[in-house]
């Protein structure tokens, strides 16, 4: 399925957004559609609930990132050649208010990179574009070595659904159908989905891995803030993406229960995931093996001491998680 212009996955917010009409219209058409085919592969559902023994391998590529609380804040950054995503000369505003003004950017492969900055800074719009979410720009973005201006709408979409894994603040969840049918939900929009019986193995897999082996039936409206997150992350994870993009992943969440989802972070880095942690909160960054501030639309490299800024964390905050 071709997806829109500015929708991945994403799109399954299932919520009305500033785009409003035009983009709660098609949420509610790819809601009907999943449940649809929720309730045509119904049957491979029970895969999961027997007795589970994964058969794929449990860990990323060998290749590890930095590792977490390592002192490379200050680290240079990687050459373009060896880049996964490249970034050069890039220009995004809206109206007359310039958010990105000449970012330049190289994030290696297996890297953990936290991208900090105070709220309205332009971080989750800088994501947006390289999740290729966000087209209206200026410069030059590579990603995987595809330059994203370059792509049709189709051959976009289908690189976010198979090799870019989103998490967001708001979780974005299904709340009408169990946790596993929610880890499913990319193979529904795949350009090539996975066999009904292979794709439930994988979303078992992928719940098992972040500690929710025991919840694949449980509803969003059963869990924790910090269980509906576990949830999200193991649904950006169903295809074994290269690349792993979080905006505010903890910005919902109490500090004990942030500090949890941090430490799923470091252990995915560690296996060899690239990721870039949009974030405000210093104990985030903290994990990061690299540190960026955005301000006034251009990049400056960061460090652990930098975050402690009244600037970059005023708008900190650390609601109190309730289960219902």
Do not use: W
């Not at 050459?79 to 996964?84: F, G, K, R």
């Not at 953990?112 to 973005?141: E, F, N, P, W």
């Amino acid at each position: 399925m071709a997806m829109g212009r500015s929708y991945s996955f994403d799109a399954l917010r299932c919520q009305p957004t500033r785009e409003s009409f035009a983009a709660h219209h098609l949420a509610e058409m790819l809601k009907r559609r999943a449940a649809a085919f929720l309730r045509k592969s119904s049957s491979a559902q029970n895969l999961c609930y027997a007795s589970y023994t994964p058969s794929m391998s449990t860990s990323l590529p060998s290749e590890s990132g930095p590792a977490p609380g390592s002192p490379l804040a200050t680290a240079a950054p990687p050459s373009a050649a060896d880049a996964l995503v490249s970034i050069t000369d890039l220009r995004k505003g809206f109206g007359q208010d310039q958010v990105l003004r000449g970012v330049s950017l190289q994030i290696k492969k297996g890297e953990l990179l936290a991208l900090m900055g105070r709220s309205g800074s332009g971080k989750s719009t800088l994501l947006h574009v390289i999740g290729g979410l966000d087209r209206d720009y200026t410069g030059q973005v590579r990603v995987f070595g595809h330059n994203l201006a370059q792509l049709s709408d189709v051959a976009l979409s289908h690189l976010r659904n198979a090799q870019i894994g989103f998490v967001f603040q708001s979780f974005h969840l299904l709340d009408h159908i169990s946790c596993v049918d929610n880890v499913l939900l990319p193979n529904v929009f795949a350009e090539k989905p996975l066999p009904d019986k292979i794709a439930h193995e994988h979303a078992c897999h992928q719940l098992q891995r972040v500690g929710l082996g025991d919840r694949l039936k449980s509803r969003p409206s059963e869990l924790s803030g910090g269980q509906k997150q576990r949830v999200a992350i193991a649904r950006a994870l169903l295809f074994s993406p290269q690349l792993l993009l979080c905006d505010e992943p903890t910005g919902n969440l109490d500090a004990q229960t942030g500090q949890q989802i941090i430490a799923l972070f470091s252990q995915l880095a560690a296996e060899g995931l690239t990721m870039l942690l949009v974030t405000h909160e210093l104990r985030v960054a903290q994990a990061a093996g690299r540190i960026l501030r955005l301000v006034d639309g251009q990049l400056a490299t960061g460090s652990t001491d930098d975050a402690q800024s009244p600037a970059l964390t005023a708008s900190s905050q650390y609601p109190e998680e309730a289960k219902p």
